[in-house]
C-alpha cells in the first residue's frame, strides 16, 4: 500500500494536491510520502516482532537526508556502504552504533571513521579486508566488531545486474569457505566475531529464495554460534515490491485483489522465516531498502514536446536518464501516469527524456493518454534507486526531492543551481 492516489482526476500524495507542489518545486521532481515511509518500515518491524531483530534501512535505495530521519525517528537502524552514508545517518541524527558497513571496496580511512564512530558491525567480503580491519583497528587501540558475508550460492531469480548471492558475483565469501575463514579470523586480536552476513539479490518475488538460502546456511550458522559466540545473524534485504500496478496497488480493494496474494508482504515472508530463524537464539537483522522506500516515491516530470516520427509516438519530457536511470538500466518497469487524468484513447508512446542517447527512456511503446506540451507525468515507484543514482551527464542539474507529511510538504532537497555543476572544476593554471 501506498498513499499516491486519485482524488476526482487529479493525483495526490497523502493530501497534498501534486500539481501544486509542480507549481512550487518545479520539474523534474521527486515526491516522498512520509506515511508510506513509515507505514512500510513498521509493518517489516512488526512483522519481524516475534525475533529479537533490527532493520537496517539499505540507505543506498535513498540517502535523503529527511527520508534517513523519519526512519531514524521510528528507531531504524542503517546499512551503509560507504563513509559518506555513514556521515549522512549521523548528520541526519541516526544512531551510528545501529549501523552496519557492507561493500567490497572499503578503504583505510572509511575503516577507521566507522570504527571511531563505534559502528555495529562491519559485513567483511574478504579475507584481505578482514586483515586491513584488524590492522586499522589495531592502530586504534579498538576491536573491531565483524560479520562475514556468506555467498550461499543460491539463485535468486531476479534480474541478473541485481543478482549477488551465486559463485558468479564479486560478493561474499564461498559457502565452503566460511568455516576456515572464521577459525583464521577468530585469532585476530583486533576482530570481535559479532555475526554473519548474506543478502542473495534484490527485487525478488517470491519467499523461496529467502528460505532456501536461510535453510542451506542455518547448520553454518549454529556451528559458528556455537564456536564463536555470534550474536546476530543478517539475511540482507532484497524485497521485491509492485512495479506494474504500481497505483492499484495503493488501494485497499486492490490488497484484496488476485493480483496481491501474489505479492510478496511482509506478514508472509515472515511467517515462512520466523520458525526458521527463531531456534537460532541470535539478533536477526535485515537490510531492506527497496521495499521501504520503492513505493513511498515517484518522479514528476513536465511535458515538453509530442514527436511523431516513423511508427512512433515521443514523448519527450523534462526528466531523463540521468535523473532516473532504472529503465536504461536494468530495463526496469516503471508505471506512467498523468497528473492530471484524461478521457479519449489511448496512444502507443514513447516517454523519452532529452539526453543524446537512444537509452534514454522512461517506457516504450506504452498505452498512454493523449498528452501535450505542459502537461505532467509521474513516474511511479520511483524511491528507491531514483534520485540516488543521479547524475549531472549533460550538465543537467539535480532535480528536486519534496517530502510530503498530511498537507505539509517541504523541500527535501533544494533544485540543484547550474553553476554548482562545476564549482569544483577550474581552469588548470597553464591554460589561465
Ligand atoms: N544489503 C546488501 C548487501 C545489498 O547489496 C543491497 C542492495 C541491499 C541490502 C538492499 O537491497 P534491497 O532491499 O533494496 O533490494 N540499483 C538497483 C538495485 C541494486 C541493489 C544493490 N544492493 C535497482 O535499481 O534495482
Known amino acids: 500500500m501506498h498513499e499516491f492516489h486519485y482524488s476526482g482526476q487529479d493525483l495526490y500524495c497523502e493530501q497534498a494536491l501534486i500539481k501544486s507542489l509542480v507549481q512550487k518545486y518545479g520539474t523534474p521532481l521527486y515526491v516522498y510520502s512520509q506515511k508510506t515511509l513509515t507505514n512500510h518500515y513498521k509493518k517489516l518491524d512488526e512483522a519481524l516482532a516475534p525475533l529479537d531483530h533490527m532493520v537496517c534501512f539499505a540507505m543506498k535505495a535513498n540517502s535523503n537526508l529527511s527520508v534517513i530521519r523519519v526512519l531514524a525517528n521510528l528507531g531504524s537502524g542503517f546499512d551503509v556502504v560507504s563513509a559518506g552514508e555513514l556521515q549522512r545517518v549521523i548528520v541526519a541524527g541516526g544512531d551510528a552504533r545501529r549501523c552496519v558497513f557492507a561493500g567490497v571496496g572499503k578503504t583505510e580511512e572509511e575503516i577507521a571513521f566507522a570504527l571511531q564512530r563505534g559502528i555495529y558491525s562491519f559485513n567483511v567480503e574478504s579475507e584481505p579486508e578482514l586483515a586491513r580491519i584488524n590492522r586499522v583497528a589495531a592502530r586504534l587501540k579498538k576491536i573491531a566488531p565483524v560479520a562475514v558475508r556468506v555467498n550461499p550460492n543460491v539463485a535468486a531469480g531476479t534480474h541478473a545486474k541485481i543478482t549477488t548471492g551465486t559463485y558468479e558475483n564479486k560478493f561474499g565469501i564461498a559457502f565452503e569457505a566460511i568455516e576456515a575463514v572464521y577459525a583464521r579470523a577468530a585469532r585476530l586480536k583486533h576482530i570481535r566475531l559479532q555475526g554473519l552476513q548474506m543478502h542473495i539479490g534484490s527485487q525478488l518475488t ?67 522465516l520466523t520458525p526458521l530463524l527463531k531456534p537460532l537464539g541470535l539478533k536477526i537483522l535485515i537490510e531492506p531498502g527497496r521495499f521501504i522506500v520503492g513505493n513511498a516515491g515517484i518522479l514528476v516530470t513536465r511535458v515538453e514536446y509530442v514527436k511523431r516520427t516513423g511508427r512512433k509516438n515521443f514523448v519527450i519530457v523534462d526528466a531523463a536518464m540521468n535523473d532516473l536511470i532504472r529503465p536504461a538500466f536494468y530495463d526496469a518497469y516503471h508505471e506512467v501516469v498523468p497528473l492530471r487524468k484524461k478521457g479519449g484513447a489511448l496512444i502507443s508512446s514513447d516517454v523519452v527524456g532529452g539526453i543524446c542517447e537512444s537509452g534514454d527512456y522512461f517506457c516504450k511503446d506504452r498505452p498512454l493518454p493523449k498528452v501535450g506540451e505542459g502537461d505532467h507525468l509521474a513516474l511511479l515507484s520511483s524511491g528507491a534507486y531514483g534520485f540516488v543514482m543521479a547524475s549531472n551527464y549533460n550538465s543537467r542539474p539535480l532535480a528536486a526531492e519534496v517530502l510530503v507529511h498530511g498537507k505539509k510538504s517541504d523541500a527535501a532537497r533544494k533544485r540543484q543551481e547550474v553553476e554548482k555543476i562545476w564549482e569544483d572544476e577550474k581552469i588548470v593554471s597553464w591554460l589561465k
Not at 231 to 257: C, N, T
Open 206 to 272: 517470491e519467499v523461496n529464495p529467502f528460505e532456501a538460502a536461510i535453510r542451506k546456511v542455518m547448520p553454518l550458522v549454529q556451528k559458528l554460534k556455537a564456536r564463536h559466540g555470534l550474536e546476530f545473524f543478517s539475511i540482507g534485504g532484497g524485497l521485491g515490491i509492485v512495479y506494474k500496478s504500481a497505483l492499484a496497488s495503493g488501494s485497499p480493494a486492490w490488497w484484496k485483489s488476485k493480483a496481491a496474494q501474489k505479492i510478496l508482504t511482509p506478514s508472509s515472508y515472515a511467517r515462512r
